[in-house]
């Protein structure tokens, strides 16, 4: 069975770091590309980051570009997101995703994590 | 690429057809998913590639279109079927459109 846990969220002030861990589990990690996802609370969802399967494409969404780093462990089988200068529309859940395919692009989410919240305030 | 979704919000009733649309501001292929979202749950695929159901999702959905106008259906509305629908758009970068909530009527 196909498991992603989220971990590393909680309350942080604006302008500090975070990093967000998402621990993969019951497939073959190196196969596919992987990304996050967050969801304001009440808001829709949006794509934040994704890396591709041998880490050599990431991609970001402009509101992160800059501000936010992907990368992946795959011996630890383990994604990351490194957020630094956090401000407060960067409070949200932050979802951990597995793509169908090896690539950023083309491929559809077929498994989710539960999702870990941040909240950025003073 | 922008994605526009409509209605933003639909009432039905159990038994019920529904329609909900997905628009791209240029064309996409079928490079088109649907997600399905309850409240406090992450969400769940259930259709890519425009029209391919995803594994254990009811037949009563299904997905159309390519280009620039997809639709998603629910043939027959069920109880566990009220929550919040998702386009993605994965020609480019992913993105997803704002969402349609399906409440009770």
């Known amino acids: 069975e196909v498991q992603l846990v989220e971990s590393g969220g909680g309350l942080v002030q604006p302008g500090r770091s975070l990093t967000l861990s998402c621990a993969a589990s019951g497939f073959t990690f190196d196969n596919h590309a992987m990304h996050w996802v967050r969801q304001a609370p009440g808001k829709g969802l949006e794509w934040v980051s994704g890396i591709s399967w041998d880490s050599a494409t990431t991609g970001y969404a402009d509101s992160v570009k800059g501000r936010f780093t992907i990368s992946r462990d795959d011996g630890k089988n383990s994604l990351y997101l490194q957020m630094n200068s956090l401000r407060p529309e960067d409070t949200a859940f932050y979802y951990c995703?597995?793509?169908?395919?090896?690539?950023?692009?083309?491929?559809?989410?077929?498994?989710w994590g539960q999702g870990t919240l941040v909240t950025v305030s003073s | 690429i922008q994605l526009t979704q409509s209605p933003s919000f639909l009432s039905a009733s159990v038994g019920d057809r529904v329609t909900i649309t997905c628009r791209a501001s240029?064309?996409?292929?079928?490079?088109l998913a649907w997600y399905q979202q309850k409240p406090g749950k992450a969400p769940k695929l259930l259709i890519y590639?425009?029209?391919t159901l995803q594994s254990g999702v009811p037949s009563r959905f299904s997905g159309s279109g390519s280009g620039t106008q997809f639709t998603l259906t629910i043939s027959s509305l069920q109880p566990e079927d009220f929550a919040t629908y998702y386009c993605q758009q994965l020609n480019t970068y992913p993105l997803f459109g704002p969402g349609t909530k399906v409440d009770i009527k």
């Open positions: 995703a597995r793509g169908a395919y090896p690539t950023i692009r083309g491929g559809y989410f077929d498994s």
């Open positions: 590639a425009s029209s």
């Open positions: 240029q064309g996409i292929s079928s490079f």
